[in-house]
Antibody, heavy 121, light 106 residues
Framework: EVQLVESGGGLVKPGGSLRLSCAASGFTFSSYSMNWVRQAPGKGLEWVSSISSSSSYIYYADSVKGRFTISRDNAKNSLYLQMNSLRAEDTAVYYC??????????????WGQGTLVTVSS | DIQMTQSPSSLSASVGDRVTITCQASQDISNYLNWYQQKPGKAPKLLIYDASNLETGVPSRFSGSGSGTDFTFTISSLQPEDIATYYCQQYDNLPTFGGGTKVEIK
């Protein structure tokens, strides 16, 4: 059974940093791209970042570029999101999601339950 | 960035009704579109991929169609367990989601 479990969320002051983790199990982690998607309270979904299976390709939303860094450790079946210079508008539930790519098709087929990040003084 | 415009933002329908949600892309995205369901307090769940393909295990009352810039998501017979917010998502470029459609029971 595919499982994605996020951790590392919490309360942080504006300008602070936080590192999120996502522990994966039930599939060959090193074969899949991974993603972070966030959802501000009462709002819709926003894609944040993607990393390819071997970390060769990394992408960010403009809203986090230069402040957030995605990484992975295939030996530990883990995905990370280092968040620096946090702002109030970064407050959200952050989801880890597996990316399934086949030919030209791509989708987020499994999601974790999310971890809440609150940026407030 | 490719903008995804979903409508309506909310709807109320009776059990057994046919429900239709539309999603319009700001430019041609071929069939590079997925649909997700999110129940309150839960993570999103993939329902439809590549505009019209049903994800394994998803009931056949859910369907999707469209290509280019205009897409449709349909629930053929609304059930109480379908109460959720539905999102379209394009992947022609960096992924973007529509604003969501909240479906409620009348």
């Amino acid at each position: 059974e595919v499982q994605l479990v996020e951790s590392g969320g919490g309360l942080v002051k504006p300008g602070g940093s936080l590192r999120l983790s996502c522990a994966a199990s039930g599939f060959t982690f090193s074969s899949y791209s991974m993603n972070w998607v966030r959802q501000a309270p009462g709002k819709g979904l926003e894609w944040v970042s993607s990393i390819s299976s071997s970390s060769s390709y990394i992408y960010y939303a403009d809203s986090v570029k230069g402040r957030f860094t995605i990484s992975r450790d295939n030996a530990k079946n883990s995905l990370y999101l280092q968040m620096n210079s946090l702002r109030a508008e970064d407050t959200a539930v952050y989801y880890c999601a597996r990316g399934l790519k086949y030919s030209s098709s791509w989708r987020l087929d499994y999601w974790g339950q999310g971890t809440l990040v609150t940026v407030s003084s | 960035d490719i903008q995804m415009t979903q409508s309506p933002s909310s709807l109320s329908a009776s059990v057994g009704d046919r429900v239709t949600i539309t999603c319009q892309a700001s430019q041609d995205i071929s069939n590079y579109l997925n649909w997700y369901q999110q129940k309150p307090g839960k993570a999103p769940k993939l329902l439809i991929y590549d505009a019209s393909n049903l994800e394994t295990g998803v009931p056949s009352r859910f369907s999707g169609s469209g290509s280019g810039t205009d897409f449709t998501f349909t629930i053929s017979s609304l059930q109480p367990e379908d109460i959720a917010t539905y999102y379209c998502q394009q992947y022609d470029n960096l992924p973007t989601f529509g604003g969501g459609t909240k479906v409620e029971i009348k």
